[in-house]
């Protein structure tokens, strides 16, 4: 069973930048593809930031290009999400997100909350 841990949530002013950090329990990151998802309060979870394996393409929502940076490392079991020039809009839960290139099986964190507000 793949277990994935995020940390990084916090409260922050707009225009502050914040690094998620997803810890992912795995002999090999690279068997899988990642995402950053976000949640607002009473919306539903859309996707913020993806990076496949080994070749490391990435897209992002249009919400967040230029300001979110997503990024892997395989040698460390961890994925991480770079969130640059913050709004309140940013204000959500944030999950990682696991897909097995194999058997396409998912996996879900606990989700960290961001928080944007002065």
């Known amino acids: 069973q793949v277990e994935l841990v995020e940390s990084g949530g916090a409260l922050v002013e707009p225009g502050g930048s914040l690094r998620l950090v997803c810890e992912v329990s795995t002999n090999d990151l690279s068997e899988y593809d990642l995402a950053w998802y976000r949640q607002p309060p009473q919306m539903g979870r859309e996707l913020v930031a993806r990076?496949?394996?080994?070749?490391?393409?990435?897209k992002s929502a249009a919400s967040v290009k230029g300001r979110f940076t997503i990024s892997r490392d395989n040698a460390k079991n961890t994925v991480y999400l770079q969130a640059n020039s913050l709004k309140p809009e940013d204000t959500a839960v944030y999950y990682c997100y696991a897909q097995s290139i194999y058997s396409a099986e998912e996996f879900w964190g606990q989700g960290t909350q961001v928080t944007v507000s002065s």
């Open positions: 990076i496949l394996r080994p070749g490391a393409s990435t």
